[in-house]
T-cell receptor, first 115, second 114 residues
């Protein structure tokens, strides 16, 4: 089955630790994204990548880092600099082009909790 | 600055009724307006989408109405069912070169009661 796989589903982090969230897609999509979801806040863009070895900051990139070494993979690292990391993190991908069918497909999310 | 404003924040509708969720935007560079449905603990899934050159799009019980001059669009769910209970997000995509990211509204939690 084609899709986006995020792991782990639940993640607990101690204060001061860096953690990495995994996102893999087998849809052959060029573009990948990371969103953060907080209650009542909708989805906010952290980072996005339109092509391998290139990525751009979104609206709330501070305290996060990403890499895009392979087309299929776009891991997100939540660093100790992120002061309020507890949230639901969503990875998405989309095919190339600007046509009407260039929708974003989402993974099932990773819930990160700081303990 | 919130670029897509969504209302209401929550909505309770009786089974069989019509659910209406509204969104408004300011940026005229948006060129694609999808709606996503999200169940608790799951990722959002595309429900229906519209381009600004179309005033209405219907898929089953779901209809998007689009008013380009007013920069508003809305989702109508006809014959609402308990299984429609979820959080709904409107979104807009910027048409800038090489830009694919979506700007989301804050979401509407819909509860359909029997």
């Amino acid at each position: 089955d084609g899709g986006i796989t995020q792991s782990p589903k639940y993640l607990f982090r101690k204060e001061g630790q860096n953690v990495t969230l995994s996102c893999e897609q087998n849809l052959n999509h060029d573009a990948m994204y990371w969103y953060r979801q907080d209650p009542g806040q909708g989805l906010r863009l952290i980072y996005y990548s339109q092509i391998v070895n290139d990525f751009q900051k979104g609206d709330i990139a501070e305290g996060y880092s990403v890499s895009r070494e392979k087309k299929e993979s776009f891991p997100l690292t939540v660093t100790s600099a992120q002061k309020n990391p507890t949230a639901f993190y969503l990875c998405a991908s989309s095919p190339p082009g600007q046509g009407v069918n260039t929708e974003a497909f989402f993974g099932q999310g990773t819930r990160l909790t700081v303990v | 600055q919130q670029q897509v404003k969504q209302s209401p924040q929550s909505l309770i509708v009786q089974k069989g009724g019509i659910s209406i969720i509204n969104c408004a935007y300011e940026n005229t560079a948006f060129d694609y307006f999808p709606w996503y449905q999200q169940f608790p603990g799951k990722g959002p899934a595309l429900l229906i989408a519209i381009r600004p050159d179309v005033s209405e799009k219907k898929e089953g019980r779901f209809t998007i109405s689009f008013n380009k001059s007013a920069k508003q669009f809305s989702l109508h769910i006809m014959d609402s069912q308990p299984g429609d209970s979820a959080t709904y997000f409107c979104a807009a995509r910027h048409s800038g070169a090489g830009s694919y990211q979506l700007t989301f509204g804050k979401g509407t939690k819909l509860s359909v009661i029997p």
